[in-house]
């Protein structure tokens, strides 16, 4: 099932980016944005069979990788890229997504040794590999922040952290963000000067988000707002069956309708019955991950898989919403289907630990190897004496 749900959205991928792209033609060569894209997806198909062949008792080195990711996160700060005014990427690659991944990884083995510690005292290593995790993301990367913020919540819910030292994190994280708020409110030239320009910017969005765009008498849109009014246009002109696969109009003039925008594209040319299909694939994929944790034995597999399947649908959910208009915009791909190398590997790596759990903590999968691997002795053994029979014989 889920190896399905991958090559469709691969297969969406393709399609919908190669559509998408047109905004790019023509600054490069006519194929060299869905040819680059295609080779990351192809890696990433790789990446899926070698985690895959993957015992889970292996998965640890995903853990290990956080304080080197910090280190990463740090550098980006300083000679990072800088991309639609914020330095998210170093080396090409963009070290939040190893982030997202990598403290995932340490929650989920911090709580499956809760019998081994109190809970008190993973509760804190918790609270502290979080924070210092988002903080070095909050920066330049509000979005992916809180997110990943999100998920970790879930998974202390799942893994049975105390309901009441759950509430007293969220209370003091709400309190904290509302006084960066207000602060940005009252003094935006300051909190700029000091590195919290994207907090002024989210400020901004969300501003703008209450409000009805405004059309002015030349009947221009308003900069701030020509993303989501071109998104709500595209989403209009796809109706129920849409325009096809390669007739979208929009997609020439949203600036983002190859990452962030690409389920209104996705609307446009295969009209809501599209647009249901592909989020239909995330809800089964998060079903069918949540079917295989709950046939793991062990906790650290069991809380893997469900941070994995967290951390991809939540994020395509925040995608859709986007495009749809119901949150505000902001920078985050569609898992498997916007166009990023850095978002594929690192959903394909979310995959592949998946199909690893799933191959080799099933129980009735386990039983089935161990049923064929003591068949496969016996006819071995009887083969043996076979041989010794013959030999007797013929001596």
């Keep these: 099932m889920i190896w399905m749900i991958f090559l469709f959205l691969c297969l969406i991928s393709i399609i919908e980016v190669y559509s998408a792209s047109s905004r ?7 194929w060299q944005p869905i040819m680059k894209h295609t080779m990351f997806l192809l890696t990433g198909a790789v990446i899926v069979l070698l985690v895959h062949s993957m015992t889970p008792k292996y998965l640890w080195v995903f853990v290990v990788m956080l304080p080197f990711v910090w280190l990463l996160l740090i550098a980006t700060q300083f000679m990072g890229h800088t991309v639609n005014g914020a330095n998210r990427y170093i080396f090409g690659f963009q070290p939040s997504e190893l982030a997202k991944l990598s403290l995932i990884s340490c929650v989920a083995f911090i709580l499956s040794r809760q019998n081994r510690i109190s809970e008190s005292l993973s509760f804190k290593w918790i609270c502290i590999l979080t924070g210092i995790t988002c903080l070095l993301i ?15 919540i879930i998974m202390m819910f799942v893994g049975q952290v105390s309901f009441k030292r759950i509430a007293l994190l969220i209370s003091v994280t709400f309190a904290a963000i509302a006084l960066l708020f207000a602060f940005a409110w009252f003094y935006p030239e300051k909190a700029q000067d000091i590195g919290f320009k994207r907090l002024v ?37 796809g109706g129920v069956i849409g325009t096809m696969p390669g007739n979208s109009h929009l997609s020439d003039f949203l600036p983002q309708a190859y990452s962030d925008f690409i389920y209104a594209i996705i609307i446009e040319e295969t009209g809501i019955l599209g647009g249901i299909f592909v989020l239909v694939l995330y809800v089964i994929l998060f079903i069918r991950a949540g079917t295989i944790a709950g046939r793991c034995t062990k906790l650290f597999p069991k809380l893997l898989v469900m941070g994995c399947a967290l951390i991809m649908v939540i994020q395509a959910l925040v995608n859709m919403a986007v495009s749809v208009g119901l949150m505000p915009v902001t920078g985050q791909p569609l898992p498997l289907v916007s166009r990023g190398g850095s978002s594929i590997l690192t959903t394909c790596v979310y995959i592949g630990i998946i199909l690893s759990v799933s191959r080799f903590e099933n129980p009735r999968g386990v039983r089935q190897e161990v049923a064929y691997e003591e068949e496969f002795e016996e006819e071995r053994r009887l083969a043996n004496v076979n041989e010794q029979l013959e030999a007797e014989v013929v001596y």
């Excluded at 790019?24 to 006519?30: D, G, K, R």
């Excluded at 909050?138 to 970790?152: H, K």
């Excluded at 910017?201 to 707002?225: A, V, Y």
């Design 24 to 30: 790019l033609t023509f600054t490069t060569h006519y």
């Design 138 to 152: 909050f920066r330049d990367n509000l979005s992916t922040a809180a997110i990943l913020y999100l998920v970790i």
């Design 201 to 237: 910017t989210w400020e901004s969005r969300l501003g703008n988000f209450k409000q009805q765009p405004e059309i002015t008498k030349n009947g221009k849109i308003p900069d701030e707002m020509f993303q989501a009014v071109m998104a709500k246009v595209a989403l209009t002109r």
